[in-house]
């Protein structure tokens, strides 16, 4: 199991992660589509190679390929967004009404449920550090049906694969130094 290969790569200060990832793993907040959607979109947004493979593997036994890739999908168009999004909020007022001009197709067809694919959004949009993004996917989920409560549980995977990624690549750095 991939989240136990993840568990046994944090070194002991992580310990409050390695029971973090175990009780996110065992979740009942979420469907399992969204949870595992959560966590492969996330583990993307890392950007550490060790989370993903591990994560990716896990979640390809529970995913269907249609949702693999639409969790794949959220952390990609994400990554752009999220860049993009943060830099008008950062220039400004004169840049609120500037026409984005980027492709995002699979926001409006990413072939899940639209709910699931805004909570990966969101989620994502988390680790990226974007506050209008995660604000906007937030409005969309909530009007979707989800719950507070789901959506915060989406934001604590999010978290937990943050600190793991972290954990992981200083563990990583420090070991081969």
Not at 29 to 44: D, I, P, V
Not at 86 to 103: I, N, P, W
Not at 122 to 129: D, E, I
Request: proline share 1%; aromatic share 6%.
């Amino acid at each position: 199991m991939s989240i136990d290969n993840l568990k046994a790569a944090l070194p002991e200060y992580a310990k409050d992660l390695k029971l973090n990832l175990s009780s996110l793993a065992r979740s009942t907040e979420l469907s399992e589509q969204q949870l595992w959607g959560t966590f492969l979109a996330c583990a993307a947004a890392t950007r550490s190679a060790t989370v993903l493979r591990e994560v990716a593997e896990e979640a390809a036994d529970t995913l269907s390929a249609e949702a693999y890739d639409a969790a794949l999908g959220a952390a990609s168009i994400m990554g752009m967004n999220n860049v993009a999004y943060r830099a008008k909020s950062f220039l400004g007022d004169e840049y609120t009404q500037v026409r984005m001009g980027l492709r995002m197709n699979i926001i409006g067809n990413p072939g899940v449920e639209k709910a699931d694919f805004e909570l990966w959004s969101l989620a994502v949009s988390t680790v990226n550090g974007c506050h209008d993004c995660t604000a906007a996917h937030d409005a969309v989920v909530r009007k979707e049906g989800l719950t507070k409560e789901q959506v915060w549980e989406a934001v604590k995977v999010a978290a937990t694969l943050q600190g793991v990624a972290q954990a992981i690549i200083a563990n990583e750095v420090l070991v081969t130094a």
